[in-house]
């Protein structure tokens, strides 16, 4: 008998990196429960088809944070590999323009500065997100 060994499922997601006028970055924390349960993570969600990532980020936003944003420069994208997961997050700059976040399908929300994102966990492809954001911070502050 043979085996065969298909790949993990790939999310291709859009995330935003959204910032206020005070310099902070909105990070939400995902629910206890399913993959990466309790760990804090960037905003956002799958591209769904015929989608732009800059349609997605917005949608996605709105839907989870019941907030207007603008969709800007992009940062970064990942592609990482989980244990049984693959992703590709492109990361934007996003500005955040009306609405107060809510916890829509997340168990929590911050604003918080830069500098305090290493008191939060986030899943392991975070770690190259939160160096090009500090990098993009030290060559345009
Ligand atoms: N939104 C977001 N997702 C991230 C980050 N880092 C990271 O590894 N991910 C992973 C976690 C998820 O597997 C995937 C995001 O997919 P998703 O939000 O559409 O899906 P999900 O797993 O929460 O739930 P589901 O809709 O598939 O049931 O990307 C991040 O900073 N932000
Ligand atoms: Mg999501």
Known sequence: MSET????????????????????????RRRPEGAMGGLWEFPGGKI?????????IKREINEELGILIEVGKHL???????????????????RHLTGIPQPLECDEIRWVNLDELDRFAFPQANIQIIA?????DRSHP
Do not use: F, W
């Open 5 to 28: 060994i298909s790949p993990p499922p790939h999310k291709i997601i859009g995330v935003a990196v959204i910032s206020n006028d005070q310099g902070q970055i909105l990070i939400d």
């Open 48 to 56: 769904e088809k015929g989608e732009t990532v800059e349609e997605c």
């Open 76 to 94: 970064i994208t990942i592609d990482h590999t989980y244990t049984h997961l693959r992703v590709t997050l492109t990361v934007h700059h996003c």
């Open 132 to 136: 090009a954001l500090r990098e993009s």
